[in-house]
């Protein structure tokens, strides 16, 4: 029998002043999922506005305090606007996708949604209910929660299985639980239908053609073991997973197809309306984001990936995160060619001694060779950099402060270490007696202040980082 599904990406940009307009990858694999398998599985992003314009993220992060305040006040119109849309979907099923900054907005969204309708069944999936097998202690109005992939699991719930008897499926028992470990790894994930790109509920038609729909996953999961990510609890580190590359072309042709209008371009920068806000040039549907941890892993894939893109003349734009030691002359070169417009490269410290400490495996001189030959190849690319790390000292940021202007990026991300949870570092610091646990979830994003760890920085030194914003002014821009 058919189930209603409502697969939901919970406020979170709108309560820092912007909002989130994209497709949410995880629903969106898993509303595809239901619907190969004769269900109506719909996805709704209670992030969206109907805007084109984004807020800058150093506007975000300032608006800290003004977003701490919407979980004081569970009556705030945008929980009874998002609650009311849920109900009108008359679901049967609901499935949140979690992130730890968002678990308080779902544990306030679902226990509204319980007591409308209390027949409606409630999952909770992704990363927090990943890395958090007591997740449905703090969200007490759902029933389940999934760990790792949740597209077979959340089908045997829906079609009736025995939660007890589902792996990954976490469900009540009684005043405990009864935890099933984790999802098996979907190991074909080339025989994944596409994610969900047409039933996206709350919008209009007209919303729906400007819906950022060209974001990508080729790869699941990351080898690598980085103390402050949490890429290696959320996913399973050695059994990380490859689309073939002729899966990957073929979403690329099916998104350009169907969803591309090159023509439709936007740079509000200079428009009449944007007072004084700075505003981000936003392009939907007309750049490839492809969200893998890291797009560059495996060579001989990545070439075989580049050269179809270039032999097949896709002749589409495309940025991806990549790592400076996968980088070879011919890479660069391809990556050029095949349209790549920017590269993320987590750089993250200027400082050696940091960088093994952080478990980077990467040093500053591949880092430098790297740049260089990306450079050479002529690809534009945003440098991530981040202090606060335990142990750093002003010395260390000297380091990352000269280094950061040394490579001369497109664009600088600045942020201030957070302790994630679900990451080593977390881990490491718990046991090192810091109250981590005691932060709200909310506070599970970075740059907020609130979760510095490192009291041997001096201000003036975390300022003079902070700073390094200003190169941006005569940069290329975000992309
Ligand atoms: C793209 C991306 C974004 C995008 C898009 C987010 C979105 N809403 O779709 C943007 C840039 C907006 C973003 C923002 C943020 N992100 Co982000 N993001 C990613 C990234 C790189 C890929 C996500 C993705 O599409 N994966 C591919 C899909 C297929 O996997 P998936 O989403 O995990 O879904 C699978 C399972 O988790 C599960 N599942 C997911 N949802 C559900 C729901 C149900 C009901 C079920 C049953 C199962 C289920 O099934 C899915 C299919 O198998 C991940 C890292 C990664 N590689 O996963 C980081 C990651 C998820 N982000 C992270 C963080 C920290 C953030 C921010 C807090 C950053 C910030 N400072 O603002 C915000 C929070 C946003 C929010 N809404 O709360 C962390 C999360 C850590 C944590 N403990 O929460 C990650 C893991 C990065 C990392 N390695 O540390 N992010
Ligand atoms: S930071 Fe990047 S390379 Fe390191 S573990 Fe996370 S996703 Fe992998």
Redesign the pocket.
């Known amino acids: 029998m058919s189930s209603r599904i409502l ?1 939901v ?2 406020p ?2 709108r309560l820092l002043g912007s909002h ?1 307009n ?1 497709n ?4 969106a ?2 509303a595809s999922y239901l619907n190969r398998n004769g269900h109506d599985a719909w996805v709704y992003n209670a ?1 969206y506005v109907n805007q084109r314009e984004y807020a800058e993220l150093r506007e975000i992060f300032d608006s800290f305090v003004n977003y701490t305040e919407y979980f004081k006040n569970e009556n705030d119109p945008i929980w009874e606007e998002v609650t009311q849309k849920i109900i009108d979907f008359k679901p049967e099923w609901v ?8 678990i308080t907005a779902i544990d306030i969204l679902s226990r509204k949604v319980k007591s409308m309708n209390p027949q409606v069944k409630q ?9 958090d097998g007591l997740v449905l202690d703090s969200v007490k109005a759902i029933d389940f929660a ?1 760990r ?4 077979e ?2 089908l045997a719930l829906v079609e009736g299985q025995d939660p007890l008897k589902i792996s990954g499926v976490i469900s009540r028992d009684g005043a405990g639980f009864c935890n099933n470990g984790d999802a098996e790894v ?1 190991k074909s994930i080339d025989d994944l239908p596409f994610p969900e790109r047409e039933k996206l509920y709350g919008i209009s038609n007209e919303e729906k053609a400007y819906v950022d729909v060209s ?1 990508i ?1 080729s790869i ?1 999961g ?1 080898p690598y073991r980085c103390n402050y ?3 290696p609890f ?1 996913w399973k580190r050695d059994k990380t997973q490859y689309r073939s590359p002729e899966s990957v072309i073929s979403e690329m042709k099916y998104v350009k197809e169907n969803y591309w209008n090159t023509k439709k371009e936007y740079d509000f920068s200079a428009s009449a309306n944007t007072k004084s806000k700075e505003i981000l040039k936003i392009k939907d549907n007309t750049i490839v984001y492809f ?3 890291v797009f560059t892993i495996k060579k001989p894939r990545v070439k075989e990936i580049l050269r179809k893109m270039i032999d097949q003349d896709l002749g589409m734009d495309w940025k991806c995160e990549a790592r400076t030691d996968h980088f070879d002359e011919e890479i660069c070169e391809l990556m050029a060619k095949a349209g790549c417009v920017r590269v993320k490269l987590g750089f993250e410290t200027g400082s050696d001694r940091i960088l093994k400490e952080i478990q980077k495996d990467e040093t500053k001189e591949d880092m430098r060779r790297g740049v260089k030959m990306l450079k050479d190849a002529g690809v534009p690319f945003t440098g991530y950099f981040m202090t606060g790390f335990p142990g750093e000292t002003d010395a260390d940021l000297r380091e990352t402060i000269d280094f950061a202007k040394e490579i001369e990026a497109d664009y600088y991300s600045l942020s201030v270490m957070a302790p ?4 080593k570092i977390y881990y490491d610091l718990m046991d090192r007696g810091f109250k981590l646990d005691k932060k709200p979830w909310e506070y ?4 907020t202040g609130d979760m510095m760890v490192n009291d041997t920085l001096s201000k003036e030194m975390v300022d003079e980082f902070l700073d390094l914003n200003k190169l941006n002014d005569s940069g290329k821009g975000y992309v």
């Open positions: 697969l990406n919970p979170f940009y989130y994209a949410s990858l995880g629903i694999y898993i992030d499935g949140y996708t979690s992130y730890t900054a968002n999952v909770i999936g992704g990363v927090h209910a990943t890395l999934v790792r992939e949740g597209e699991a959340l979907i974001y996953c699941r990351c990510c949490a890429s959320h969200v893998d941890d994630y949870y679900g990451t599970f994003y970075h740059q």
